[in-house]
Structure formats: C-alpha cells, structure tokens
C-alpha cells in the first residue's frame, strides 16, 4: 500500500507529476466553448487515455479533467446540476489509470469569481468548493489540487473547503507573471504572501503552476522556499512562455530543454515537479529521466 504524498517526499524522493490537459484535450478535438468536464462522461476514453499517457510517461501524480469543473464554471454551460456527477467521474477516470501505485490530485481550479468586487459570498465560495471536494474525493482522489490561484481569499477558502469536507491531501498552486515589482498573480500577491495565505488557510503542500517556464520557476520556488522552510513545494511548468502564431498559443519549449533546468529548480526547494500548458508526455518523460538522474 502506497504511503501518503506528504510521507513519501518526507522520506526524501522527488516526485513527477503530469502535464498538460487543457492542451491535450485541445488535440483531441476540444473545440472554443466546449465544456471539457463533459468529456468525462461522453469521451471518456479520451479522457482516459490523456491520464494513461502521463502514467505510461512516468508521472507519480495524476490529475483530473476538473479544472473548470466548479457549479460556477458549469453553469457557463448549463451542466451546474451535474457539478457531483462530472466530477466523480473525472476523479474515477484517473483513478483507473493511476491504479494503486500512483497517486491521483484533483484539480480545482479558481471559479471566476471575484470576492472583493461583490460577484459572489464567502459562502457560496465554500459551498462550492465543498460540492466539487466532496466528488473528487468520492470519485477517489488521494489529493486536492487547488491550482492557478491569484486571491488570497479565494484560496483560502478552497483550501478550507477541501480539508474540512475531505480526508484528501490538499495542494495549492499559484499562477505568477513576471513584472516591474518582480513575479505576481493578476490579484498582485507575490509567491512569499501567497505562501503564507495558503499555509496560514491549511494546505499541506504549496506551489507556483502555468505562467511560467522552468527557468522563471526556480526564482519563485526559492522565494517560497524562504517563507516555508519544510513544506513539500509542487511546480508545474509550461513548456516555455507562449507566442501567439496564426491564432493558436505555441509553447517553444521542448522536453530536454526543460528537463535540462529540473536540477536546478530541485536545489531551490522543489519537491514535486511536471508540467502545465503545452508540455506533453514527452516532456514528463524527459523530467522523469532527469529526476531519477538525481537519485
């Protein structure tokens, strides 16, 4: 029986996560304003075969087709009242794939809403972090991935929401751009006040995903690792930052060029490391062999 994820980077092991899906998707035939969730339950061979491809690549961790699968994301599409069903089934579908061995981490991504300006309550935030939690964990996640946050609040709550509600592990993840005053999210927090955010709020492994590339992530992860001197830190990299060429986003950056910059991001605090947009399995299987090099 596998150990926890926090027991097992204790233990002193890097850990690979997958890459990406929303791009993985897109080459399936994810059409503009398709609901992705909604493959759970009508492609999900697809589906399945996205998770397979990351377990096949060397991935320890898998995540889920649930990024934008909130009540708020799926009210966009009229599917608000199959928000349990979408998400249960995106967590079994990864599940299937992970088997025992590896471990399987939700995604939940943020919902759109803007607690400052009034779009929503604290309430219906924690309600619906709570309703998508609670399906992914039924669905049979071993963790909460709570990724490409930008609010303080948000987060938090999230994060409240998953580790009151569930038994799971419960990750979270912040999305940084580089600018004048250094790297921060859209809300303007900068990775050492979203590190104390989302550990003050309870998570038990935090991180910097999308955004970036490898090379921009190791300064973040050395930032957090400066704030949080022992928790596990995850980073998920894009394939280099995009260009927008004839109306499509190419990420420049291929699988030994980011694999070439995973030691470094190790030696700034990083426990668990894979990819986010444009990465492939090529790539997590190049960070998998640059991972094993460093054992």
Not at 22 to 37: D, I, S, V, Y
Not at 63 to 83: M, P, Q, V
Not at 108 to 125: C, D, F, Y
Not at 233 to 247: E, F, M, T
């Amino acid at each position: 029986m596998k150990q926890s994820i926090l027991k097992t980077v204790e233990s002193g092991r890097i850990l690979v996560s997958d890459g990406a899906w929303g791009t993985f998707l897109q080459q399936k035939g994810l059409q503009p304003g398709q609901c992705p969730e909604l493959w759970c339950v009508e492609r999900r061979a697809d589906v399945l075969d996205i998770a397979r491809s990351y377990v096949e690549a060397g991935a320890d961790l898998i995540e889920t087709n649930s990024f934008g699968g909130s009540r708020f994301k799926l009210d966009h599409y009229g599917l608000g009242e199959r928000t349990s069903e979408l998400n249960e089934a995106a967590a079994r579908i990864s599940r299937d794939a992970a088997g025992d061995e590896k471990w399987v981490i939700a995604s939940i991504g943020p919902t759109g809403k803007i607690l400052v300006a009034g779009e929503v309550t604290e309430a219906e935030l924690y309600a619906a972090f709570t309703e998508q939690a609670l399906a992914l964990a039924k669905g049979g996640a071993d963790a909460l991935c709570i990724e490409t946050m930008s609010a303080a609040d948000e987060a938090a709550i999230a994060i409240r929401a998953a580790r009151e509600n569930t038994e799971c592990e419960v990750i979270c993840t912040f999305t940084f751009q580089p600018g004048t005053r250094g790297c921060r999210t859209i809300m303007g927090l900068s990775p050492t006040q979203a590190t104390e955010a989302a550990v003050e709020a309870g998570a038990q492994i935090i991180g910097a995903n999308c955004g970036n590339g490898m090379e921009q992530m190791i300064g973040i992860v050395k930032e957090m690792r400066s704030v949080e001197g022992t928790m596990p830190i995850l980073v998920q990299a894009n394939a280099g930052l995009p260009k927008h060429v004839n109306g499509a986003d190419l990420y420049p950056e291929g699988p030994e060029e980011m694999a070439g910059r995973i030691k470094a991001v190790v030696e700034a605090g990083a426990n668990i490391v894979g990819g986010c947009c444009g990465t492939t399995p090529a790539h997590i299987q190049a960070i998998r062999k640059a991972v094993d090099a460093l054992a």
